[in-house]
């Protein structure tokens, strides 16, 4: 499977200020990547997809002004949560996917904090 | 809609007595059924993926096979080691390449 790195692994931000989280895959070429967020005790929740060189698809629900989400190059997709408020506090964890493939390898997820 | 549920929420074993997870789904025709594992505060690491009923993958003390309405993950003689929460998800035929997650069965095994 892919080897998929997260940056950071935890961050703490005062509401009001923007964070930026970082997706690597380290081998693989991610055509496709996927953004979830997870809250304690509840299963993952899809926010995006987005392709290498497209706009991210947002689920229903999610706010694309609010998480900014950039797949510039097959090994690298970044989110970044503008105007972070206390309820966005969460595990954010991304996956990556190739073409044609099924199966999605997951990185270690970062969890947010906004205080 | 699809639709992902878990069973048991929780299971507890004692090491070495065999259980069995289940995972019932509702989609619009299965393109594959996934089995991951995630530890506490880590991302899921892959398990397996199923494509059609009657398939069956083993992988050390873990053993999944699908049916057209659900998928188990038959754990036989667990370890410590095992514990960790158990997710199941699907992904649609529909050309949607998104996951869609149970909301997992965790379990510990006591030594």
């Not at chain 1, 950071?8 to 690597?24: A, L, N, Y």
């Not at chain 1, 693989?28 to 953004?35: H, L, R, S, Y």
């Not at chain 1, 595990?91 to 970062?110: L, W």
């Not at chain 2, 509702?26 to 009657?54: C, I, N």
Request: glycine fraction near 8%; proline fraction near 4%; aromatic fraction near 10%.
């Amino acid at each position: 499977g892919a080897v998929v790195s997260q940056h950071p692994s935890w961050v703490i931000c005062k509401s009001g200020t923007s964070v930026k989280i970082e997706c690597r895959s380290l081998d693989f070429q991610a055509t496709t990547m996927f953004w979830y967020r997870q809250f304690p005790k509840q299963s993952l929740m899809l926010m995006a997809t987005s392709n290498e060189g497209s706009k991210a698809t947002y689920e229903q629900g999610v706010e694309k002004d609010k998480f900014l989400i950039n797949h510039a190059s097959l090994t690298l997709s970044t989110l970044t949560v503008t105007s972070a408020h206390p309820e966005d506090s969460s595990f954010y964890i991304c996956s990556v996917s190739s073409s044609g493939a099924y199966e999605q390898y997951f990185g270690p997820g970062t969890r947010l904090t906004v205080t | 809609e699809d639709q992902v549920t878990q069973s048991p929420e929780a299971l507890r074993l004692q090491e070495g007595e065999s259980s069995s997870l289940n995972c019932s789904y509702t989609v619009s025709g299965l393109r594959g059924l996934f089995w991951y594992r995630q530890d506490p505060g880590k991302g899921p690491e892959f398990l397996f993926t199923l494509y059609s009923a009657g398939e069956e993958k083993e992988k050390e003390r873990l053993k999944a096979t699908l049916t057209k309405k659900e998928s188990f993950l038959h754990i036989t003689a667990p370890k410590p080691e095992d514990s960790a929460t158990y997710l199941c998800a699907v992904q649609a035929g529909t050309g949607r390449r998104a996951l869609t997650f149970g909301s997992g069965t965790r379990l510990q095994v006591q030594p």
